[in-house]
């Protein structure tokens, strides 16, 4: 498969089919950190030189190299773009949007990474496909979860302006109020794209459904709940049980042993910011589904691109019911989940 690369992941020196974008600012402008991590993308992606060549040139190290070209990608002098069409896009991917009527995008893994390694990788890929989702003046909302966390990290700088992140449920749990936590995501979205950030700043479960209906009609929940709705891009991944690295929904003290055994008995698979579902996509007759602060998966469902991040064959079960239930149009994942996908059964769409 032939690719076009626009940046990112240093590619082999030499390469054809990579070139680097950047505007170049006056000289005056720059601070001598970023001065030398312009050259060295200059002379790496655009000159073709080894890192062993700018090291001599710009009188440093092979691995100060590396620092600065890692820089470069980060603060966006240098953008990577994949473009896998037609003919050239992996049978893989091809019968995986066939099938379920979304676009995929499958990150290459192999047998010997590990659970940690593989959704780094998912993350850091999954980072790239969000730059290119994202423009100005959109309202992008935003799960937190352990994938979600990671994906945080590997984002990269792409200005915009009129943009609105905001936090798709509540992260407070009778240990913490989540806020910290919650906000280190939400702060790292909006520095990577110069947005305005909108926390919410409730618990991730009520009590009692009645108090959840209540703080609905609270102006300022109603502010948030007024963003929310005006998303037009939605990026989550899927709480698991059965995942290697846990969700966080579930290791973070924010169920009880009752209601994860309820859950269970109930036949729920997963969910998406707190909201659960079962093997068909239905949160009908879940009962903490009353009494959680995420949004309804009908209204999910409402908004236009929906971006989901999944990492482990552990969360496949969660997958299948997800894409049953019509909650994803856009899936990054793990080549050997992608397989397990495309290979074993699961319960038919609609």
């Known amino acids: 498969m032939k690719q076009h690369l626009t940046s990112d992941f240093p590619p082999a020196p030499g390469a054809q089919n990579v070139q680097a974008k950047h505007q170049a600012p006056h000289p005056a402008q720059v601070v001598p950190r970023e001065r030398d991590a312009l050259r060295a993308a200059q002379l790496y992606y655009l000159q073709h030189l080894t890192m062993e060549s700018i090291a001599r040139e710009l009188g440093v190290s092979r691995s100060t190299v590396s620092r600065l070209l890692g820089m470069a990608r980060r603060t966006g002098l240098v953008n ?39 959704l780094e990788r998912v993350s850091s890929h999954a980072a790239h496909v969000l730059s290119t989702l994202i423009s100005s003046g959109m309202t992008v909302g935003v799960a937190w979860g352990s994938t979600v966390q990671a994906m945080s990290n590997a984002l990269s700088r792409k200005p915009t302006h009129d943009t609105v992140i905001v936090q798709l449920n509540g992260a407070a749990n009778p240990q913490t109020t989540g806020l910290t936590y919650a906000s280190d995501i939400l702060q790292r979205f909006g520095a990577a794209f110069t947005a305005r950030v909108e926390q919410f700043p409730v618990p991730a479960f009520f009590d009692r459904a009645s108090t ?76 903490i589904n009353e009494r959680a602060t995420g949004p309804s998966l009908q209204t999910l469902r409402e908004v236009p691109r929906r971006l989901c991040v999944v990492s482990g064959r552990g969360k496949l079960t969660a997958l299948r019911g997800a894409l049953a239930g019509g909650l994803v149009t856009d899936l990054v994942l793990d080549e050997g989940t992608a397989l397990e996908l495309l290979n074993s059964p699961g319960v038919p769409l609609g």
Do not use: C
């Open 212 to 287: 959840r209906e209540a703080m609905w009609r609270e102006g300022s929940v109603q502010r948030v709940l007024k963003i929310q709705r005006n998303m037009t891009l939605a990026v989550f991944s899927l709480g698991a049980t059965a995942a290697a690295v846990p969700s966080q929904v579930y290791r973070g003290g924010y169920l009880t042993h009752e209601e994860d055994r309820a859950l269970r008995e109930r036949g729920v698979v997963g969910d998406v910011a707190t909201m659960f579902f079962d093997a068909h996509g239905s949160d009908e007759g879940i009962e």
């Open 80 to 118: 990577i773009e994949i473009n896998a069409t037609g003919d050239r896009t992996p049978v893989l991917v091809r019968e995986l949007e066939r099938i379920y009527g979304l676009q995929v995008f499958v990150v290459p893994t192999d047998g010997s990474l590990s659970d940690s390694e593989i």
